[in-house]
């Protein structure tokens, strides 16, 4: 049979008409099944996919009008033909989100994070060489193979003095550090002298009273999930954190990262409707709380329950992920309205020198995402450098090449003995080191691969150890003789040094202004 777009239109038009008349709709059961679907298709396909509306938790057409779901209530056949049609035809948009409403309860989330993370890790550091039993050394080891050298050093030497003053990852995606960590707390737990160890006096923390070492150890909160005020209440006390300075920045707008609202949305819905949905987008549009980078973990249970399910997250470079300046986080924080007033911020710009660390972080974050069971295709990270490609692309590509260099140069002097080899730890916390692998990783990415990919050009060399370019035997031989010292003050002449955004995007300091959530 020959079926014309025209047929095809015309029926369409139709259906929501002629759907309460018995004999029109006996009619139209009776057309061959191939021209129902492709009627039900153009009936259901909403240009635009689905958005979502936090408020309600439930699903809007572009416009805000609602999902229109008519023909499911007609009678059982159609009921039976287009039951997984909406959701299987049209690709649901999140975003982040921000209100009145969530602030307090999303700027309480991201401290408790920072708070429950940074005591947990004082808390091991300061009790792992006493408490530890064999067993446990074995277990760690087993479990998390990626900090053997970490272990070891809490046998052999007790505490690191650089965890209890700033925060390190070591070299691997944070939140599988912070994964680490609390697995390692778990396990000095159990040991009959953790309560007397978690009550002793220390620099980088408060003496746990009673049960209050227990309770950090049980609090757990992913990291992925929007908590409840009943949950996000229980944690403030054990972290005595409130609203307000030195705990959360009152004028900046903490908001939920658009992957926590999708999985906040995943987790309402019945599993059957779940394994309706094909395709999330996520658009990451705006500074996020709770360790944003991570929140893709959250969607491997559901990618494993629905292999149809694919989830794509895009990050807008210049308004989520680049961070702004360190000497510049407490004035964006404090919001001043007179600092913008009278222009005292328009010389500020995006700093070079911390945007490969940033943009590396959420790289890493998406590398472990298959380790930890997240299916093949089913998950990608975009790195979104619109609405500037072009502009994006260069400074991109200029300043994540220049500092992956020296990276890889640093390694080769430590091969070659033209510096002293550090320890683990200290290669791994030197200024100029981003992430372990990094190097190949970004060779890797383009506007084509899989897992991690570009919406710019994007061209990185490749990095050798073994087989250094011209380039950087280049950067090798005009440095020679360099102390370490020396190349950690040269790491940190970028040039230029500060990079402004340019049309449509409003200038930086404007860009950032009342977002500035780290």
């Keep these: 049979m020959q079926i014309t777009a025209s047929l095809i239109l015309w029926t369409a038009a139709q259906v929501s008409r002629v759907l309460s008349d018995y004999y029109t709709m006996s009619v139209f059961l009776q057309l061959p099944r191939e021209l129902r679907d492709l009627i039900y298709e153009y009936y259901f396909y909403v240009d635009g996919g689905y958005t979502h509306d936090f408020a309600s938790n439930k699903l809007r057409r572009t416009g805000g009008d609602p999902v229109q779901l008519?023909?499911?209530?007609?009678?059982?056949?159609?009921?039976?033909?287009?039951?997984?049609?909406?959701?299987r035809l049209n690709p649901i948009y999140f975003t982040t989100f921000h209100s009145e409403d969530t602030e307090v309860q999303a700027a309480l989330l991201e401290a408790n994070h920072k708070e429950i993370n940074k005591r947990k890790v004082c808390l091991v550091n300061e009790s792992a060489s006493a408490l530890f039993s064999n067993k446990d050394v074995e277990i760690l080891k087993k479990e998390f193979p990626q900090f053997t050298p970490i272990v070891d050093g809490w046998l052999s030497q007790g505490q690191f003095q650089i965890f209890g003053q700033v925060f390190v990852n070591c070299g691997e995606a944070p939140s599988l550090w912070h994964d680490f960590v609390a697995f390692t707390l778990d396990r000095l737990s159990q040991s009959p002298d953790f309560a007397k160890k978690a009550k002793a006096r220390s620099r980088f923390r408060p003496p746990y009273e009673?049960?209050?070492?227990?309770?950090?150890?049980?609090?757990?909160?992913?990291?992925?999930?929007?908590?409840?005020?009943?949950?996000?209440?229980?944690?403030?006390?054990?972290?005595?954190?409130?609203?307000?300075?030195?705990?959360?920045?009152?004028?900046?707008?903490?908001?939920?990262?658009?992957?926590?609202?999708?999985?906040?949305?995943?987790?309402?819905?019945?599993?059957?409707?779940?394994?309706?949905?094909?395709?999330?987008?996520?658009?990451?549009?705006?500074e996020s709380v709770a360790m944003p980078a991570s929140h893709g973990r959250g969607f491997i249970k559901f990618c494993q329950a629905h292999p149809k399910l694919k989830i794509e997250r895009s990050v807008s470079l210049?308004?989520?992920?680049?961070?702004v300046?360190?000497?510049?986080?407490?004035?964006?924080?404090?919001?001043?309205?007179?600092?913008?007033?009278?222009?005292?911020?328009?010389?500020?710009?995006?700093?070079?020198?911390?945007?490969?660390?940033?943009?590396?972080?959420?790289?890493?974050?998406?590398?472990?995402?298959?380790?930890?069971?997240?299916?093949?295709?089913?998950?990608?990270?975009?790195?979104?450098?619109?609405?500037?490609?072009?502009?994006?692309?260069?400074?991109?590509?200029?300043?994540?090449?220049?500092?992956?260099?020296?990276?890889?140069?640093?390694?080769?002097?430590?091969?070659?003995?033209?510096l002293p080899k550090p320890s683990w730890l200290d290669r791994r916390t030197c200024i100029g080191y981003m992430y372990e692998g990094l190097p190949d990783a970004m060779h890797k990415l383009s506007k084509e691969s899989s897992l991690i990919r570009t919406n710019f050009d994007f061209n990185m060399p490749r990095f050798d150890i073994?087989?250094?370019?011209?380039?950087?035997?280049?950067?090798?031989?005009?440095?020679?003789?360099?102390?370490?010292?020396?190349?950690?003050?040269?790491?940190r002449t970028h040039d230029p040094a500060r990079f402004q955004t340019q049309a449509p995007l409003p200038p930086w300091h404007i860009l950032r202004w009342n977002g500035v959530i780290m």
């Excluded at 210049?318 to 961070?323: D, E, G, T, Y």
């Excluded at 295709?377 to 260099?405: K, M």
Aim: charged fraction near 25%.
């Design 318 to 323: 210049w308004k989520a992920l680049f961070p």
């Design 70 to 87: 008519t023909l499911t209530y007609v009678c059982r056949q159609v009921v039976d033909e287009t039951r997984e049609l909406p959701l």
């Design 466 to 491: 073994d087989s250094p370019s011209q380039d950087l035997e280049k950067l090798l031989e005009d440095h020679r003789g360099w102390t370490m010292q020396e190349w950690e003050r040269g790491w």
């Design 210 to 286: 009673g049960n209050q070492a227990f309770d950090l150890n049980s609090a757990r909160p992913e990291p992925w999930n929007i908590l409840d005020a009943e949950e996000v209440e229980r944690l403030s006390i054990i972290t005595n954190v409130n609203y307000g300075f030195p705990f959360t920045a009152e004028r900046t707008k903490h908001a939920y990262s658009a992957a926590q609202v999708a999985v906040r949305f995943l987790r309402s819905i019945p599993t059957t409707t779940c394994g309706m949905i094909r395709k999330i987008a996520l658009l990451e549009d705006r």
């Design 325 to 418: 300046a360190p000497g510049m986080v407490s004035i964006y924080q404090r919001g001043v309205q007179r600092h913008m007033d009278e222009g005292l911020l328009d010389f500020d710009r995006c700093p070079a020198g911390r945007m490969t660390k940033a943009v590396c972080m959420w790289i890493a974050e998406a590398l472990l995402l298959p380790t930890l069971g997240m299916p093949k295709d089913a998950f990608t990270l975009i790195l979104d450098g619109g609405p500037t490609p072009d502009h994006t692309s260069r400074v991109v590509s200029s300043v994540i090449q220049r500092d992956l260099a020296w990276q890889t140069a640093l390694d080769i002097s430590y091969t070659r003995g033209l």
